[in-house]
């Protein structure tokens, strides 16, 4: 049976901890770029949560936010219309899809090792 993207994501995450447990050195690989936790601000902590999570995993739940509240623009559907808690992340009342990772890199820093 298929694992889904956040099972594999967990088990990576373990993975990752068991390493470096018994190493005492920071691990390598697969925990870097896109699947490296990140740490949300507390503006983007009021859509995804507050928890340490990969940057795909972030977009994946701003993402499931936008679709929930129905706040892609029904003329062109590569726009999103903020809603005041996107408006906090965006800084303007609509940003295209390809903007959306921009804006959210503002909100993200990386965790420390």
């Known amino acids: 049976m298929a694992r889904t993207a956040s099972k ?8 990752a901890e068991k390493k ?3 190493t005492d050195k920071p691990v390598g690989g697969a925990r870097g770029g896109i699947t490296a936790p990140v740490t949300p601000s507390p503006e983007l902590a009021e859509i ?3 928890d340490d999570l990969p940057r795909s ?3 994946k739940k ?4 936008i679709k929930k509240h129905d ?3 029904e003329k062109d559907k590569r726009n999103i219309n903020a809603d005041a808690k996107l408006e906090k992340i965006f800084g303007k009342k609509q940003a295209s899809m390809f903007e959306m990772n921009k804006f959210l890199s503002a909100h993200l820093t990386a965790v420390k090792a």
Do not use: F
């Open 71 to 73: 706040l892609q623009d």
């Open 62 to 65: 701003v993402w499931d936010y």
């Open 57 to 59: 995993q972030m977009v």
């Open 20 to 22: 470096v447990k018994a």
């Open 8 to 15: 594999r994501g967990k088990d990576e995450t373990k993975a």
């Open 48 to 50: 995804v949560g507050k």
